[in-house]
C-alpha cells in the first residue's frame, strides 16, 4: 500500500517540476549584410578677391625680380630690374593684367668701355594661366607695354647723355626674360598644390561637432576637382567639388584614416549649387546605453503590491530589429527582453522604435509567472526613451554642425563659410557594434581666398 501512495506522489512532483516555468531565453544577436554606400558630392564656389591678391604678391614680390649678370651671353649687357612701387592687377575675360614699376640699373659693353645707367619705367604684362592635372599653375607671360617713368642717361665720367635707342634695345632684349622671371614669381608664391593637398589631408580629420555627446565628422574625401575660373571686376570666381564618404561617429573618437594621395584635377564645366552630403552616422550601442541608462536606471514600475527597479539596459541586433535587454530587481529578478525596428518617420523626421514589444519569450514566461508586467508603464516608458535618445542627439547634431559652417578655417587664408539648410533622416541599420542612420544634409557653401600663400 505504501508504495501504491509513493507511486503517484512521485509522478505528482515531476509533473510540477516540468511544469516549473522558465525564465525568458535570451534572443539570439545576428545582424544582416551592410548597406550600399552613397557617394555625396560637394560643390564649393570659390571667391578670390583681387585686391587681396594684389596685397599679398606686393608683400612677397620686393626688391631685386630679374637680374642678368653675364655681359657675354650675347646682349653685351648686365640688368638689375627692382620693383619701385606696388604692383597693380585687374583681370580681362581669363586673363590677368598687372601693371609693375621698376627701377632699372643697366651696365652696357661698347666694346672700348663699359657704361652703366639708371631709369624707371612701369611694364604692362598679361598672364594667362591654367592649373595641370597635378594641381599646379602653368602662366604664360607677355608684356604688353611699356612707358618711362624716367628715362635712363649714360653716366660717363661727369657727363649724363640720353641714351634712349639702348634703353629701346635694353627693352627688346630683356622683356621676355622678365615675362619668365615673372611666370616663375606667379609659380612659386601661388601653391595651389601645397594648399589643396593640405586641405585634403584636414578633411580626413575627425572633427568634434558636439563635445555633449561625443559626436565626429569625418568627410573622408575621395576624388576633388573643379570647374573654370570665371575672371569678372575684381573677383576670380570657380567652384571645386569633393566626392565623399563623410561618416558621423557618436560615442567614439573615429580610427584614424590615413589619407589617400592627392588625386589628379578632374576637370567639369558644371559643379552644380549647394551640397548634399549622405552621412553614416554611427551610434555605439555603448554610448546608446550610456544615455538610455541615464533616463532609466532606478526608474521603479509597479502594479499593486508589486514593483520592479530598473537595474541594467542592454542594446543589440536581430537581423533588422533592435533587441533592449532591461535587467530588473524587485518582484521580479532577471531579464526581460523587448524588440522593435528602427524606422523613419517621414512626418516628424526622427528615428521610432517601431511597435516595440515583449519578444515572444519574455510575453509568454510574463503570461505564465508576472502577468502583472504587461500591465505596468515599463514598455511604453523604454520605447519613449529610445525616441528621446535618436531624436534629440539629431537635434543637438544640427545645431553643432551650423555652428561648424560659420566659419571654418581650411588654412590660415582660405575659410569655408556656410549654411546647413536640411538635415533629414534616411533610414537605420543595424552593426555589430553600433546603430546606423544615414542622414541627408543638404546646403550652400562657400570659400573665401584672402590671397596667395
Not at 217 to 240: H, T, Y
Not at 299 to 311: C, D, I, L, N, P
Not at 323 to 348: A, C, E, M, W
Amino acid at each position: 500500500m505504501k508504495i501504491q501512495f509513493l507511486f503517484p506522489a512521485v509522478i505528482l512532483l515531476l509533473l510540477m517540476a516540468s511544469c516549473k516555468t522558465k525564465p525568458p531565453v535570451r534572443p539570439l544577436e545576428q545582424y544582416e549584410g551592410l548597406w550600399e554606400e552613397k557617394l555625396s558630392v560637394i560643390n564649393i564656389p570659390v571667391d578670390v578677391s583681387l585686391r587681396d591678391m594684389e596685397r599679398s604678391l606686393n608683400q612677397q614680390v620686393k626688391g631685386v625680380i630679374y637680374e642678368d649678370n653675364d655681359l657675354h651671353d650675347g646682349d653685351n649687357m648686365r640688368i638689375r630690374a627692382e620693383k619701385r612701387q606696388d604692383i597693380r592687377l585687374g583681370v580681362d575675360s581669363q586673363l590677368i593684367k598687372y601693371r609693375v614699376p621698376l627701377a632699372l640699373w643697366i651696365q652696357y659693353d661698347l666694346g672700348i668701355s663699359k657704361v652703366e645707367a639708371e631709369g624707371e619705367l612701369s611694364i604692362d604684362f598679361k598672364t594667362a594661366f591654367s592649373i595641370t592635372e597635378d594641381w599646379g599653375i602653368k602662366t604664360v607671360t607677355q608684356v604688353i607695354r611699356y612707358d618711362w617713368l624716367r628715362k635712363p642717361r649714360l653716366k660717363m665720367g661727369v657727363v649724363n647723355l640720353p641714351i634712349g635707342f639702348i634703353a629701346g634695345l635694353v627693352m627688346e632684349n630683356s622683356k621676355s626674360s622678365l615675362a619668365r622671371s615673372i611666370d616663375k614669381l606667379v609659380q612659386e608664391q601661388f601653391g595651389l598644390r601645397q594648399m589643396v593637398n593640405e586641405a585634403w589631408e584636414k578633411m580626413y580629420e575627425p572633427v568634434l561637432v558636439s563635445e555633449a555627446y561625443n559626436t565626429w565628422l569625418a568627410v573622408n574625401p575621395q576624388s576633388i576637382g573643379m570647374a573654370p575660373l570665371e575672371m569678372k571686376g575684381d573677383r576670380i570666381r570657380g567652384a571645386i567639388f569633393v566626392e565623399t564618404r563623410p561618416q558621423v561617429n557618436i560615442g567614439r573618437l573615429p580610427a584614424n584614416t590615413r589619407p589617400l594621395p592627392l588625386p589628379n584635377l578632374q576637370a567639369r564645366q558644371d559643379t552644380g549649387e549647394g551640397f548634399t552630403i549622405y552621412v553614416n552616422t554611427v551610434i555605439s550601442y555603448e554610448e546608446a546605453e550610456r544615455i538610455a541608462k541615464e533616463q532609466l536606471l532606478g526608474e521603479t514600475f509597479s502594479q499593486g503590491k508589486r514593483a520592479v527597479r530598473v537595474e541594467d539596459i542592454e542594446l543589440y541586433g536581430q537581423g533588422n530589429k533592435i533587441i533592449v535587454n532591461t535587467v530588473l530587481s524587485g518582484s521580479y529578478n532577471g531579464s526581460i527582453y523587448l524588440v522593435g525596428k528602427p524606422v523613419y518617420n517621414f512626418r516628424k523626421n526622427t528615428i521610432e522604435i517601431e511597435s516595440l514589444d515583449y519578444e515572444l519569450s519574455t510575453r509568454n514566461f510574463l503570461l505564465r509567472s508576472a502577468g502583472w508586467l504587461l500591465k505596468s508603464t515599463m514598455k511604453n516608458k523604454i520605447e519613449e526613451n529610445m525616441n528621446f535618445l535618436l531624436d534629440y542627439n539629431l537635434q543637438e547634431m544640427k545645431a553643432q554642425f551650423q555652428e561648424q559652417l560659420e566659419e571654418y578655417k581650411i588654412t590660415e587664408d582660405v575659410i569655408l563659410k556656410g549654411e546647413l539648410e536640411e538635415l533629414a533622416i534616411q533610414n537605420a541599420y543595424l552593426s555589430p557594434e553600433s546603430i546606423v542612420v544615414r542622414l541627408a544634409l543638404s546646403g550652400r557653401l562657400n570659400v573665401n581666398v584672402k590671397g596667395l600663400n
